[in-house]
């Protein structure tokens, strides 16, 4: 049961661009979401977050917006660069969901020159 | 300040042979989690510990696979009798509280396991 998901397993941007990826869950008491970037050969690292009291959180370049009715979040990356390309994650922990943080399946993210 | 590390970064093994995978957390941090990923899969959680405690193993599969976080050392992954099915890469998570709060996961380079 994936209760949290990454519809696209790939995205393309061009340099300079705005990269935009997309999560959606489907459990209401999720109030702590995250994002992680993952380069090959490597650990996911953290990259930003957002609480559920919010619906945007802005950190630099990144950006994360949560929509909470249509149990939505997004990332926006603006302007790409080509050292943006890896596989994003989103994650997603709840106080009454135990102690799991729930993750999608992540989107490749290739940005190119 | 070592991040959380994982050993080995690789590890082969033949079918029905054991697995042993460690990891020690960041300093300070006294949560320990473990995931997999499956080829061309997400993360799937497996198994959360604190030293000495197992508090929640609902994504361990039932039988071959235990873990333990001792008082003194690494966190511990173990697999027996090792299937090809087993192949994958796991990871290893802490974070200096619960999964509750904000807290977030710091995660280590992985242990890639290949079972012939």
């Known amino acids: 049961d994936q209760q949290v998901k990454q519809n696209s397993p790939s995205l393309s941007v061009q340099e300079g661009r705005i990269s935009i990826l997309n999560c959606d869950y489907t459990?209401?008491?999720?109030?702590?979401f995250l994002w992680y970037k993952k380069y090959p050969a490597e650990g996911p690292t953290f990259l930003i977050s957002i609480s559920s009291i919010k619906d945007k959180n802005e950190d630099g370049r990144f950006t994360v917006f949560l929509n909470k009715s249509a149990k939505h979040l997004s990332l926006h990356i603006v302007p790409s660069q080509p050292g943006d390309s890896a596989v994003y994650f989103c994650a997603a922990s709840g106080a009454s969901t135990g102690n799991q943080f729930y993750f999608g399946t992540g989107t490749s993210l290739t940005v190119i020159p | 300040n070592a991040g959380v590390m994982q050993n080995p970064r690789h590890l082969v093994r033949r079918r029905g042979q054991e697995a042993r995978l460690r990891c020690s957390p960041m300093?300070?941090?006294?949560?320990v989690y473990w995931y997999r990923q499956l080829p061309e899969e997400g993360l799937k959680f497996m198994v959360y510990?604190?030293?000495?405690?197992?508090?929640?193993e609902s994504g361990m599969p039932k039988e071959r696979f235990s873990a333990e976080f001792p008082k003194e050392g690494p966190s511990i992954l173990r697999i027996q009798q090792v299937v090809r099915g087993d192949s994958a890469a796991y990871f290893c998570?802490?974070?200096?509280?619960?999964?509750?709060?904000?807290?977030?996961?710091?995660f280590g380079s992985g242990t890639q396991l290949s079972v012939l």
């Open positions: 998570a802490s974070s200096p509280g619960q999964a509750v709060g904000g807290e977030k996961l710091f």
């Open positions: 510990l604190q030293k000495e405690n197992i508090i929640d």
């Open positions: 459990n209401s008491m999720f109030d702590y």
């Open positions: 300093k300070g941090h006294s949560h």
